[in-house]
């Protein structure tokens, strides 16, 4: 548990280097540090919370499906909804949420739509993203 809060401390001194040499030395150099360590601590608290990085994995998949819906098959938020067609989305949302999902999805009547494009690229990179935080803190107490 020592080493655990040791390695947190060590990463925020190492986010607060990365962030005066983004200030005042080389940019482009150190962005990709600064990204990194800035979404790992905002993310998941350097590896030490859990509840993060699952949140933010159903949070911005929800945003990215919500996206899918209306591009794809024209579904759009309303107070009038068929059961069969948001227990299909549901579905949907979860079978998704995997960066491994397949290319087509059905909802309602609509069979096997292709869903590849940017839309698909960006919730397959947000959710693997995401689930590496979950599994990197997740691990934190195995050997």
Request: net charge positive.
């Amino acid at each position: 548990i020592d080493a655990l809060y040791f390695q947190k401390q060590e990463l925020k001194v190492f986010w607060f280097i990365t962030k005066l040499k983004v200030r005042h030395e080389s940019f482009f150099q150190n962005i990709g540090n600064w990204f990194i360590l800035g979404t790992n601590k905002f993310f998941s608290d350097f590896g030490q919370n859990i509840c993060r990085p699952l949140i933010a994995l159903f949070v911005s998949h929800l945003v990215w499906f919500s996206f899918l819906l209306m591009s794809r098959f024209g579904i759009y938020p309303t107070w009038n909804f068929d059961t069969k067609v948001t227990g299909d989305a549901i579905n949907a949302f979860f079978v998704s949420i995997l960066p491994t999902h397949s290319f087509s999805l059905t909802i309602g009547t609509m069979k096997d739509v292709y869903i590849g494009g940017s839309i698909d690229f960006f919730m397959r990179i947000f959710s693997g993203y995401f689930i590496f935080y979950f599994v990197y803190c997740s691990r934190k107490f195995h050997q």
